[in-house]
């Protein structure tokens, strides 16, 4: 079936330093894949997604590596600061096109001053 | 604009007993899903709709959850009867455009059952 594995599950780093979070995915038919943060008792965002067609998206501190042969995206986080402490979700879309997501386990990071 | 909104957020019931989540997604939203997040867990996609139609209800258990989207806005959720193991954050998300890959979902904060 459908599935996507997240690792770690827990990460503790330091302020300043870089976060490293990895997911692999099943499905060869996914094109579409989202990070979502949510902090404790709150809502998932959408932090940022990467399509099949490009192997690396950037956006300020976050980036967003995909390897399509391999079936691994990654979530880079640099120069992590306090407020960066949340779980983080990815996903990828399952199988007939019709958006929905699949979602790895989470990871939970903290970020310590 | 306004986000998806749930009610209630938390909701505490005993097991055999009924209860029923409301979701109102962003407004011209075409897509809504519900998906339910047990603790520790990445949240799980229960129903799909496209306006008031259902695009995937493969993970809902039929005997017990059921989903209505009558009028293609608004939606709710129904579980009955409750067991524990549907204590869980029920999460509503929409997305603007028809069902399809790529459409980034926009999240609710959530409904938390308890069940006892």
């Known amino acids: 079936g459908e599935n996507v594995e997240q690792h770690p599950s827990t990460l503790s780093v330091q302020e300043g330093d870089s976060a490293v979070i990895k997911c692999t995915y099943s499905d060869s038919a996914s094109n579409y894949f989202p990070w979502y943060k949510q902090e404790l008792g709150k809502r998932p965002q959408l932090i940022i997604d990467i399509r099949s067609n490009v192997g690396e998206k950037k956006d300020q501190r976050i980036a967003v590596t995909l390897n399509k042969t391999a079936k691994h995206f990654s979530l880079h986080i640099t120069e992590t600061q306090p407020e960066d402490s949340a779980v983080y979700f990815c996903a990828a879309d399952g199988s007939g096109n019709t958006g929905k997501l699949i979602f790895g386990q989470g990871t939970t990071l903290q970020v310590k001053p | 604009e306004a986000g998806v909104a749930q009610s209630p957020r938390y909701k505490i019931i005993e097991k055999r007993q009924s209860v029923a989540f409301w979701c109102n997604p962003i407004?011209?939203?075409?897509?809504l899903y519900w998906y339910q997040q047990i603790l520790g867990q990445g949240p799980k996609l229960l129903i799909q709709f496209q306006n008031n139609g259902v695009v995937d209800d493969s993970q809902l258990p039929k005997d017990r959850f059921s989903a209505e989207r009558l009028k293609g806005v608004d939606s709710t959720l129904k579980i009955q009867p409750a067991k524990l193991e549907d204590s869980a954050v029920y999460l509503c998300a929409s997305s603007p455009g028809l069902a399809g890959a790529g459409e980034t979902q926009y999240f609710g904060p959530g409904t938390r059952l308890l069940v006892l």
């Open positions: 407004s011209g939203h075409a897509t």
